[in-house]
Structures are given as C-alpha cells and as structure tokens.
C-alpha cells in the first residue's frame, strides 16, 4: 500500500508570492495533520483536519491556511510569503483524531523563499 | 522556548557503545512519543508511551517514561550504524489533544 504522498518535493518562491502544497492520505485515513520543520529543529504543529473539518491549530498567522477535500486528501496555502518560511512541510496522516491513533508522516516538501 | 528540550543536540560516538538521550519539559503530558527521522524523509513513529514510569523496549532500544510524565528517555545499547539518524520525541498534552509538541531533535552519528 502507498504511504502518505506529498507534491512537489521541492519548490522555490519569492518573497510575498504564494504557495500551495499537497497531501494524500493512506487509503482508509481520515485526519491530516500539517507540520513545518526548520532546519535544526523538530516539526511544529500547523493543522489538523479530520473529516474535512479543522480539528487543531498551532501558532501560526493567518497567512497559513488549510482544507481537506472529500477524498480526505489536503493542501496547505501560505500566502504572502516569507523568508523565515523555508521549511520541510510535512504531512501525517492518521485513522482518526483519537491520542492512539499513530501518526504516518510523508516525506515532505522542501520550500526555499528567495 | 522548546516546550520540550532534547540534551543533547548533537552526539558523535563509536560503533559499540551505548547512549543515552533525554526528553525534559515542565509540563506533564498525556502521551510521549519517539521518532527517527532520516535525511529526505518524514519522522518514523519508534514507540508510544503512555503510563508514567513505564518502561519500552525495542531490540537494543530502551524507552522510558518518567513517573510525572514530563520527561523521557532513550537508550541504545550496543550503537550501529544503522542507528544514525534525528531523534525527535514529541507529546500530547491533556488539554490539547489533537496538537502533538514536537522536541529540538537530537541528531545521533555512530562511526563504523
């Protein structure tokens, strides 16, 4: 079975630009949850969204938004760009929000802001 | 501030050796959680920790969870190569459970 599968795996932008990146699921997975990763640190939390719903937010502007789509698949949208916003984005997906459910990370996509 | 502070950031030993690496916060937390994360790829789930003072083991790895559930510990036994990689534990807290608190990492390098 697939893993979780993120697009692009790399993508550069320029400052005040826009991005959009995307995740699909483990089939039979219905809560995405997105992560940003700076470079020598661990992942902070951004989203989660089960059943197309948002379930968590972390501390992030509302440049930073998120939705999940019917087929429970989802894309991150940061707006207005910034250079502290190069990061490793990453995706997890889970069976659902419950504490026991394990968290399946994909590989990331790797965002350089220019 | 980390929420969770990973010691240490950065270990380089011998293949053989054993090591030690350690979760600390100030709060307490319902669940604590080990990952490895490997360059070019998302963190891999190594184990869950739920119950204060228990005790996990995975072959040479050895996790543990402190009795007032606000720190963690892993030990590796006998280091490979293989071992090398970001060691980053991560939390749920009661009053949040859908946020998962993510630790600085601690990048572990085993010379053959």
């Known amino acids: 079975d697939a893993g979780v599968t993120q697009s692009p795996t790399h993508l550069i932008k320029t400052r005040g630009q826009q991005v959009t990146l995307r995740c699909s699921p483990i089939?039979?997975?219905?809560?995405v949850s997105w992560y940003q990763q700076v470079l020598g640190q661990g992942p902070q939390f951004i989203f989660q969204?089960?059943?197309?719903?948002?379930?968590g937010r972390g501390n992030f502007p509302d440049r930073f938004s998120a939705r999940q789509f019917p087929n429970y698949s989802s894309e991150l949208n940061v707006n207005a760009l910034l250079l502290g916003d190069s990061a490793l984005y990453l995706c997890?997906?889970?069976?659902?929000?419950?504490?026991?459910?394990?968290?399946?990370f994909g590989p990331g996509t790797r965002l350089t802001v220019l | 501030t980390q929420l969770l502070e990973q010691s240490p950031q950065f270990l380089s030993i011998q293949e053989g050796e054993n090591l030690t690496v350690y979760c600390n916060s100030s709060?307490?937390?319902?669940?604590l959680q080990w990952y490895r994360q490997e360059p070019g790829e998302g963190p891999v789930l190594l184990v869950t920790?739920?119950?204060?003072?228990e005790v996990k083991k995975l072959k040479r790895l050895t996790f543990q969870f402190g009795d007032a559930r606000k720190d963690s510990s892993l030990h590796i036994t006998a280091a490979q190569p293989g071992d090398t990689g970001l060691y980053l534990c991560?939390?749920?807290?009661?009053?949040?459970?859908?946020?998962?608190?993510f630790g600085s990492g601690t990048r572990l390098s085993i010379r053959p």
């Open positions: 991560a939390g749920k807290r009661y009053s949040s459970a859908s946020k998962i608190i």
């Open positions: 969204y089960y059943e197309k719903e948002e379930r």
């Open positions: 709060s307490v937390f319902s669940s």
């Open positions: 920790v739920v119950t204060g003072g």
């Open positions: 997890a997906s889970s069976l659902g929000t419950d504490g026991g459910n394990e968290q399946f």
């Open positions: 089939s039979g997975h219905k809560s």
